[in-house]
């Protein structure tokens, strides 16, 4: 071969590698550009059960990430439990409904600030034949010092969430000590759902959110037998975790999740949840 021809083909190689890199390149550029290959942005959320077994996140949050490729990835367990999560620096935002532990989550140091974001209300649920006597009562620590008197059976979620933290409050407003010594309050350690199943299946009464309420299917014999006590007010508030305590903490999506919940976007999104035409939670985040 002559040094013209092996010069050529030397030529037409390194010619066809350079286009072969180029169109491998291209390739590459072009999956890492696919939303479904570029990794995707992604926080943690501890929240209460509530939230999520009312169907409201199912809602709301495939609505957030296509407005902002944002994934939300729910850790869904009792308030105290999620903002136990938070302290750990586990989760990236905390959103609850506890008041008090919240503001307390805040002097801490565990966050900067609190943000409301909405409200429903607890409900007094128990069975039809009403052994306590309270259908129609309007004031819940009535209801409770009844139910005490008549030795009825309560289930209580015995879980540190935001709706026992609110049970165990309005014991202590009626001046009733309780505990698992007596032998009618029964203490479940689980979420809403679980404890409403128990409650169905015992006949029983039990203080529940009513969002939860609504989608619950096994309702056997239960009822709503007190209801409209501003005392039942369900406030919910978010927080980011705060990241000067937790480096990990993705503040800036975390805070982008926030801000939509408190957007008009966000709040009408939450109002305009309905389940069987009734809406579930009420929007009411300060401007």
Same mark, same amino acid.
């Given at each position: ?36 290959? !570029?990794? %995707? /942005? ?6 209460? $059960? ?8 199912? &809602? #709301? +949050? ?38 008090? !532990?919240? %503001? /307390? ?6 966050? $900067? ?8 209300? &607890? #409900? +007094? ?163």
């Amino acid at each position: 071969m002559t040094d013209t021809n092996l010069t050529y083909k030397k030529s037409k190689i390194m010619k066809f590698s350079i286009n072969h890199l180029f169109a491998i390149a291209s390739a590459l550029i072009s999956l890492l550009s696919n939303p479904a290959y !570029a990794q %995707e /942005k992604s926080i943690v959320v501890s929240s209460t $059960t509530s939230t999520e077994q009312s169907g409201l996140f199912e &809602f #709301i +949050l495939p609505i957030f990430r296509m407005k902002t490729g944002i994934e939300v990835k729910v850790v869904a367990v009792g308030t105290g439990q999620a903002l136990d999560i938070g302290r750990r620096g586990d989760a990236d935002v905390v959103f609850v409904h506890d008041k008090p !532990a919240e %503001e /307390k989550f805040v002097s801490e140091g565990f966050a $900067t600030k609190r943000n409301e974001i909405m409200y429903n209300d &607890f #409900i +007094l649920i128990g069975p039809k034949s009403d052994p306590a006597r309270i259908v129609g009562g309007k004031d819940i620590q009535v209801a409770f010092q009844k139910i005490a008197d008549a030795g009825a059976t309560f289930i209580s979620r015995g879980d540190k969430s935001g709706t026992n933290a609110a049970e165990l409050r309005y014991w202590k407003g009626a001046g009733i000590e309780v505990n698992q010594t007596k032998s009618w309050y029964k203490e479940t350690g689980s979420g809403m759902g679980p404890a409403l199943n128990t409650a169905s299946a015992m006949n029983g009464y039990i203080l529940s959110d009513r969002a939860t309420w609504l989608t619950f299917k096994n309702r056997g014999d239960l009822i709503i037998l007190v209801q409209g006590d501003p005392k039942l007010f369900n406030q919910y508030g978010v927080m980011l975790v705060n990241p000067a305590k937790f480096p990990s903490v993705k503040r800036v999506d975390g805070q982008a999740f926030i801000d939509w919940l408190v957007s008009k976007n966000g709040q009408d999104v939450i109002a305009n949840y309905q389940v069987g035409g009734e809406q579930l939670f009420f929007p009411n985040a300060k401007k």
